[in-house]
Nanobody, 117 residues
Framework: QVQLVESGGGLVQPGGSLRLSCAAS????????MGWYRQAPGKERDMVAT???????NYADSVKGRFTISRDNAKNTVYLQMNSLKPEDTAVYYC???????????WGQGTQVTVSS
């Protein structure tokens, strides 16, 4: 069973920064893609950023230029650097890992990010 453990969430003022970490219980080379999703109260879970095994990245329009996803294969960890945070970034952030064949998806337990003055 794969475990994804997120950390790094918290309360930050608008304009501030946070770095989220997602540690996997096995080599992240075994996943075709990893990413971060978020869910605000009363809303659906949306993609924030993804990074493929070939290191290509994809970002939601709302975070382009502010967030950066990266991976450290030696530590089996994926990061989300979040800068210039806005109140609308407030949500529970979930780590995700995907295997294409057979189609399998794993989720972490989530970490709360609150942007407020």
């Amino acid at each position: 069973q794969v475990q994804l453990v997120e950390s790094g969430g918290g309360l930050v003022q608008p304009g501030g920064s946070l770095r989220l970490s997602c540690a996997a219980s096995r080599s992240i080379f075994s996943f075709n893609a990893m990413g971060w999703y978020r869910q605000a109260p009363g809303k659906e879970r949306d993609m924030v950023a993804t990074i493929a095994s070939g290191y290509s990245t994809n970002y939601a329009d709302s975070v382009k230029g502010r967030f950066t996803i990266s991976r450290d294969n030696a530590k089996n960890t994926v990061y989300l650097q979040m800068n210039s945070l806005k109140p609308e970034d407030t949500a529970v952030y979930y780590c995700n890992a995907k295997v294409f064949t057979p189609a399998t998806m794993y989720w972490g337990q989530g970490t709360q990010v609150t942007v407020s003055s």
